[in-house]
């Protein structure tokens, strides 16, 4: 994290959502070593991926309320007091969200805009930082994707996620809510869900190789994907959090290079010197949903912020699998 948004952050009153899980966890202990006051709010939702274990670190200097954000009684205080909001809270499973539409619409959609009114009855001078997603792009018409790309989302899941963005937006516009989003791409780090598959192929190619098990790639395995690792994500929501540019704005973030899946089937392989590859034929139901391949361009985050993915991926494999050999007991 830059030394001025370490700085700007010190003393600041700070409300995670979503922050017991992968990437609010990691975001909410930056932010207790970094000198906030932070507080965590997550309702804990069976299969979404929060988990008490990714706090430990800190879960003594946080306060920690388990909730949902339609919940208007413990809500608003939370709200009340913050100088920040990074909303990360959400549901991220396609297959899921197509399965179970309403579950989705209520998790992505009715419990932002329970937050978005809290802030405008309670803190309407609160930051507000949303976690969007290359989803809501839908299958790349051109690549790499900039923010100037159509949002035609292929599932549920993408529509309800633009829908939360929008939200954001519109709050801005109409309330003056300093709201930002970043759409984020894959992201993998220590904390990751990888007891099930429903937080996307990161999870499966992390638990076959803990269990020295086959990574099995759909059809050719030539789609390009980018991946961010955590820390880098958690650096770009805290210099957004401090950057008056982006406030208002949509940014993609990315990495500096794509590569195919089954190449970042090898990396997982190499580093973690377990597991083996075998290509098979495309599941019908993830195929009627699959983006093909899928890259974004940061540079209008970089143009805004500085900001720059730093995490070369053999690295964060190496500490990402590190990770879990030493905790897998609290993620399998």
């Known amino acids: 994290m830059p030394l001025s948004a370490a700085r700007a952050l ?20 930056v932010l207790v070593e970094a000198g906030a006051r932070v507080a965590v709010i997550d309702a804990l939702v069976p299969d979404c991926g929060g988990n008490l274990f990714n706090l430990e670190p800190v879960r003594e200097r946080i306060e920690f309320v388990q909730a949902d954000l339609r919940d208007r009684a413990r809500l608003e205080p939370l ?17 899921d969200s197509m399965r179970h539409p309403e579950k989705d619409l209520a998790i992505n959609c009715d419990s ?3 937050l978005l009114e809290a802030c405008r009855r309670e803190n ?3 930051r507000v930082l949303y976690a ?7 299958r790349p018409q051109y ?3 900039d923010e100037g790309h159509p949002l035609v989302p292929t599932d549920i899941n993408g529509i309800n996620k633009l829908a939360g963005e929008w939200y954001h937006r519109l709050y801005h516009v109409l309330h003056g809510l300093a709201t930002t989003s970043l759409r984020l791409t894959n992201t993998y780090g220590p904390g990751l869900l990888i007891r099930h598959a429903r937080q996307g192929f990161l999870s499966v190619f992390i638990r076959r190789v803990l269990e020295n098990d086959t990574i099995r790639v759909f059809g050719d395995g030539q789609q390009l994907r980018d991946l961010n690792y955590v820390d880098d994500v958690v650096a770009a929501f805290l210099v957004a959090a401090t950057a008056p540019s982006t406030i208002g704005g949509c940014f993609n973030l990315g990495s500096q290079e794509a590569l195919s899946l089954s190449r970042i089937a090898e990396l997982f392989v190499e580093v973690a010197g377990t597991g083996r590859i075998e290509r098979v034929p495309f599941p019908a ?14 540079q209008r ?8 993915p730093r995490t070369p991926l053999p690295e964060g494999l190496r500490r990402t699998i590190d990770f879990y050999r030493e905790h897998q007991e609290h993620y399998l």
């Open 124 to 126: 309407p001078r609160a």
């Open 301 to 308: 985050f970089h143009a805004a912020t500085g900001w720059q």
């Open 112 to 114: 932002h805009l329970a």
């Open 10 to 29: 010190r003393g600041q009153a700070v409300l995670v959502t979503g922050g017991a899980g992968f990437i609010g966890s990691r975001l909410a202990t």
């Open 132 to 138: 969007g997603t290359r989803q809501q792009y839908g």
């Open 285 to 298: 139901d993830l195929k009627r949903i699959d983006i093909g391949s899928y890259y974004g361009s940061f």
């Open 143 to 145: 690549v790499p994707v």
């Open 79 to 95: 709200v009340r007091g913050a100088d920040l909001i990074f909303n990360l809270a959400g549901h991220v499973s396609h297959i």
